[in-house]
């Protein structure tokens, strides 16, 4: 029979509870380590295509160099995200704004017709909010993404505690395994 071993519980509560906690101390750290994480990312396909084309050049086989082309626009990309993480967070920041005003702007356009003939307006709540938030996201920007890991923080740390306090309950409700009976194959 196989038993249940909370140990894991535990240890990926602690771990949730210690990640939570640097999130929401290290808040405005966070987004650009891991805008530099993701961009170091991005270099290694090149680095892998590099060492693949030398290989095959060794072995004497035809080479591609479609990996290399498609490896040079991903390592620009990264080298851009590891060299300047500040400037690549405002531009996608301000990118994610802009889309957000364009598409609450055109969910507006299309709820018009239903209003116009008698519905309530109830329909341009949420258009109007994403319009709010995409303005807010483009004058606000550097906080925005400081704001977001705080969040991710919080819902962290709340999960840590409650799967903690999920496995005490736990504990405390089975506590005494002598009951319980081994199953007979009946065949």
Same mark, same amino acid.
């Given at each position: 029979?196989?038993?249940? !071993?909370p140990t894991g519980t535990?240890?990926?509560?602690v771990i949730s509870i210690a990640v939570g906690a640097m999130l929401i101390k290290?808040?405005? @750290?966070?987004?650009?380590?891991?805008?530099?994480?993701?961009g170091i990312m991005l270099i290694v396909p090149l680095l892998a295509a590099l060492v693949s084309l030398a290989f095959?050049?060794? @072995?004497? @086989?035809?080479?591609?160099?479609?990996?290399v082309i498609g490896g040079i626009g991903s390592a620009v990309l990264g080298t851009v995200m590891v060299v300047m993480p500040e400037v690549f967070?405002?531009?996608?920041?301000?990118f994610i704004g802009i889309i957000m005003v364009t598409a609450g702007i055109r969910q507006i356009v299309a709820v018009y017709p239903f209003v116009r003939s008698?519905?309530?307006y109830i329909y341009y709540i949420t258009p109007t909010l994403l319009v709010i938030v995409g303005i807010l996201?483009?004058? !606000?920007?550097?906080?925005?993404?400081?704001?977001l890991w705080i969040i991710v923080g919080i819902i962290m740390l709340i999960y840590g505690i409650s799967e903690i306090f999920n496995l005490i309950i736990f504990r405390n409700k089975t506590?005494?395994?002598?009951?319980?009976?081994?199953?007979?194959?009946i065949e």
């Amino acid at each position: 029979m196989i038993m249940y !071993k909370p140990t894991g519980t535990l240890v990926r509560s602690v771990i949730s509870i210690a990640v939570g906690a640097m999130l929401i101390k290290w808040a405005d @750290k966070v987004t650009d380590t891991l805008v530099v994480i993701l961009g170091i990312m991005l270099i290694v396909p090149l680095l892998a295509a590099l060492v693949s084309l030398a290989f095959q050049r060794s @072995k004497g @086989k035809d080479i591609s160099l479609f990996p290399v082309i498609g490896g040079i626009g991903s390592a620009v990309l990264g080298t851009v995200m590891v060299v300047m993480p500040e400037v690549f967070t405002t531009f996608l920041a301000l990118f994610i704004g802009i889309i957000m005003v364009t598409a609450g702007i055109r969910q507006i356009v299309a709820v018009y017709p239903f209003v116009r003939s008698g519905s309530n307006y109830i329909y341009y709540i949420t258009p109007t909010l994403l319009v709010i938030v995409g303005i807010l996201t483009i004058v !606000k920007f550097k906080s925005v993404a400081s704001t977001l890991w705080i969040i991710v923080g919080i819902i962290m740390l709340i999960y840590g505690i409650s799967e903690i306090f999920n496995l005490i309950i736990f504990r405390n409700k089975t506590g005494n395994d002598s009951n319980i009976e081994d199953a007979e194959i009946i065949e």
